[in-house]
């Protein structure tokens, strides 16, 4: 049988109907073969479909495609697709089809509406202009693969002498809104040397790190923060390493320091999502550690007679000195000492409320395009760290 070599329009167009019909490769290249009396390869006709995309793009009328993303988060596209009954009705297909990774987005709706047209190959065409909405997938699958990676990471167990503390004090290191890596590790490198030199500087009974609140820029790979509103992309991998180089030294310090070291993770609304990830990173890195890695708005920590609030302080803002005490009444009610610490607007303030101290805190991160453009400009740049006794709050220190 002579070997195939090249495809006239007859072939090519039997080629498609069989590939529609779902046979493999091998399974068309036996049966062109049959039917045309010439030899058809696998690699044959794997190349030719491979080609195939392209010159039906050519041959595609002019359609004005449309891409937009929605105060909402939601993104909508248009675009002409060729589309078979079956495919018409497959979400994944869809979403595919206009770009949009099945893992990652969700389809919101779907319209189709037909449009013919005429190829010297396939004859009459029908052709859909296809207008899908999307939004990305809360916490989906890419969440979901990166957690299994986490879990396989291998613990290390910091070596610690025992140590009896008589002036029992804690050491908050809550550092909101660092936004990995719009500021990067060089830039905070001072930062963590200040905090390092603190956690040497005496014994603690506890070390409390609070993790999340907008320490990553980006909730994604896709520039967008964690209700899907787009933002400037920023290079995550280099956020994740920075954030990892930043942070596990002072963990590691705190171990070897204190007689207890607990990372709360506190929702942000850059990053809620990889920021809760790398608290799970750190969790089976550290098992000597306590970790609260609850996905809710608001916690609370207690040291002695002292209630801390944590919580970003982009919701519900103006209320908090109402909702804590309603949400924690029995650490409310033992506490003689009562502050809420948020963050989210990157610049320092302080409210006593009947009592109730609220403190926005400052950050040291440099000022982002969003802050810029809505004038959160010309703040002091640096983190806070309080210190407590049992009874009180002893000293703020700016690092």
């Known amino acids: 049988m002579k070997k195939h070599e090249k495809w006239t329009d007859e072939e090519y167009k039997r080629l498609l109907e069989l590939k529609e019909q779902g046979f493999t490769y091998q399974q068309i290249a036996d049966m062109l ?41 939601s993104h909508k596209s248009d675009k002409l697709l060729r589309m078979s009954a079956e495919q018409l009705k497959d979400v994944n297909y869809l979403l595919e089809a206009h770009g949009f990774s099945k893992d990652s987005w969700e389809l919101i709706s779907a319209r189709n509406n037909i449009w013919n047209t005429n190829d010297k190959i396939n004859g009459v065409q029908t052709l859909y202009s296809s207008k899908i909405t999307v939004r990305p997938k809360k916490n989906g699958n890419d969440l979901e693969k990166i957690v299994e990676t986490i879990k396989q990471t291998q613990s290390i167990i910091i070596k610690t002498e025992p140590f009896n503390v008589i002036d029992k004090r804690m050491l908050e290191v809550p550092l909101f809104d660092t936004h990995f890596p ?53 290079d995550m991998v280099k956020a994740w390493n920075d954030a990892r180089t930043f942070f596990e030294p002072m963990i590691e310090t705190g171990i070897k320091q204190s007689k207890s070291v607990k990372v709360v993770y506190s929702k942000g609304n850059h990053d809620e999502s990889m920021s809760w990830a790398f608290v799970q990173l750190l969790k089976e890195r550290y098992p000597q550690i306590e970790v609260d890695d609850r996905m809710i708005e608001r916690k609370a920590h207690t040291f002695g007679k002292n209630f801390i609030g944590i919580t970003h302080g982009d919701k519900a803002r103006k209320n908090l000195h109402n909702i804590f005490p309603v949400e924690f009444p029995n650490e409310w009610s033992k506490a003689k000492n009562r502050e809420i610490h948020i963050g989210h607007l990157h610049v320092e303030d302080a409210k006593d409320v009947f009592g109730m101290v609220i403190r926005t805190l400052a950050t040291r991160n440099k000022t982002d395009k969003w802050h810029k453009d809505n004038g959160f400009i010309g703040a002091h740049k640096r983190f806070m760290l309080f210190e407590y006794s049992e009874d009180e709050l002893e000293s703020i220190h700016y690092v």
Not at 50 to 64: D, G, I, M, V
Not at 211 to 233: C, P, V
Request: aromatic share 12%.
């Open 33 to 73: 073969s049959v039917q045309f009396n010439q030899e058809f390869t696998f690699d044959g006709v794997r190349n030719r479909l491979r080609r195939a995309p392209l010159e039906q793009a050519a041959t595609l009328p002019n359609y004005k495609e449309e891409y937009k993303i929605e105060a909402d988060g």
């Open 182 to 234: 719009i500021s990067n590790y060089e830039y905070y490198k001072p930062t963590q040397t200040k905090i390092i030199d603190k956690l040497l500087s005496r014994c603690w009974e506890e070390v409390l790190f609070v993790i999340g609140q907008d320490m990553l820029h980006n909730d994604n790979f896709r520039g967008q923060t964690a209700n899907g509103t787009q933002i400037e992309s920023v």
